[in-house]
């Protein structure tokens, strides 16, 4: 073996083990988005409070709605059902929370960036439309 033929084959360990360096770097990038996901799908209960207490921190705020059926849910009339809004404005967080038979419970988080309007009714005082990305 000569001194040339000995550098590539360490130049090709050496792409082989930054190659299996890559995928594992990836798998654990994909653990921690997936870590992220679960923790903002968090029931209101369980959401972070703030830690610094310099601020004035806003307190979630609960608030019991009624869904309105729109065009696109002309599908799904049936009775209307009571939910729970919770609006998390320091977490950026509102979550949507409808109690199901058997005290369970099911919930959609959206965060503030999938928000991109809020209309409040002009003839209806106490209705709010939230227009979400997508």
Do not use: C
Request: zero cysteines.
């Amino acid at each position: 073996q000569t001194a040339g033929q000995s550098g590539e084959q360490e130049l090709e360990n050496l792409v082989l083990k930054l190659s299996v360096l890559k995928d594992f770097l990836s798998s654990i990038e994909k653990k921690a988005l997936k870590a992220l996901q679960e923790m903002s799908s968090a029931t209101p209960a369980t959401l972070p409070q703030p830690l610094s207490r310099k601020a004035k921190s806003i307190p979630v705020q609960t608030f019991e709605v009624k869904l309105d059926i729109t065009l696109g849910d002309l599908t799904k009339i049936g009775k209307s059902q009571k939910y729970t809004l919770s609006v998390d404005v320091e977490g950026g967080k509102l979550v949507v929370l409808k109690k199901q038979k058997d005290s369970q419970e099911d919930w959609n988080t959206f965060t503030h960036d999938k928000i991109r309007q809020l209309i409040k009714s002009q003839r209806v005082q106490n209705k709010l439309g939230i227009v979400f990305e997508k």
